[in-house]
T-cell receptor, first 112, second 114 residues
Framework: GENVEQHPSTLSVQEGDSAVIKCTYS??????FPWYKQELGKGPQLIID?????GEKKDQRIAVTLNKTAKHFSLHITETQPEDSAVYFC???????????FGSGTQLTVLP | EAQVTQNPRYLITVTGKKLTVTCSQN?????MSWYRQDPGLGLRQIYY???????DKGDVPEGYKVSRKEKRNFPLILESPSPNQTSLYFC?????????????FGNGTRLTVT
């Protein structure tokens, strides 16, 4: 089945700096890659997603890039703010398995 | 308000005592799923349901049961809980086209089995 690896597991940045979280996947048939943000005491919430026919997608301060050849995708957060502090999960949907597989998560801390 | 509601939020039980965690969604979603979250392991799928009376195993189904008798409800049943089922559980739902659409998660149920 699909295997998604996510790095780093923890990330601390100064307010205003950029943060980058990287994920790799194993199933070349995967075609949908969402990112979820989980705030303390809450369930994950979708923040951005990208499909395999697109290389990059932006939404204000967040962007996701996808490299299908290398089978990796990344989340970029610019001008980080304290409210960006949360756990972030990447995921990959395998068309062959019809299943969404999550990475292990990244705890992002934005220091004031 | 569109939401996924899980109950209870916290549950402490003993080994072998059957329990049910309820999940209900008010968005008329066809797809529903259960995940467990453990440190360093991310979210792992337990069971999912594409529609009423249709359920399938996820990655870690052992020790769990589910049912989907109504569209809005998807309870998770632990017939004989064991300490290795101590975890944070999330229910999620999604609109048609799932799971290629956004998953809507509940706020979680923290289960401790002693």
């Amino acid at each position: 089945g699909e295997n998604v690896e996510q790095h780093p597991s923890t990330l601390s940045v100064q307010e205003g700096d950029s943060a980058v979280i990287k994920c790799t996947y194993s199933d070349s048939a995967s075609n949908y890659f969402p990112w979820y943000k989980q705030e303390l005491g809450k369930g994950p919430q979708l923040i951005i997603d990208i499909r395999s026919n697109v290389g990059e997608k932006k939404d204000q301060r967040i962007a996701v890039t996808l490299n299908k050849t290398a089978k990796h995708f990344s989340l970029h957060i610019t001008e980080t703010q304290p409210e960006d502090s949360a756990v972030y999960f990447c995921a990959a949907f395998s068309g062959s398995a019809r299943q969404l597989t999550f990475g292990s998560g990244t705890q992002l801390t934005v220091l004031p | 308000e569109a939401q996924v509601t899980q109950n209870p939020r916290y549950l402490i039980t003993v080994t072998g005592k059957k329990l049910t965690v309820t999940c209900s969604q008010n968005m008329n979603h066809e797809y529903m799923s259960w995940y467990r979250q453990d440190p360093g392991l991310g979210l792992r799928q337990i069971y999912y349901s594409m529609n009423v009376e249709v359920t399938d195993k996820g990655d870690v189904p052992e020790g769990y049961k589910v049912s989907r008798k109504e569209k809005r409800n998807f309870p998770l049943i632990l017939e004989s809980p064991s300490p290795n089922q101590t975890s944070l559980y999330f229910c999620a739902s999604s609109s048609p086209g799932a799971p290629l659409g956004p998953l809507h998660f509940g706020n979680g149920t923290r289960l401790t089995v002693t």
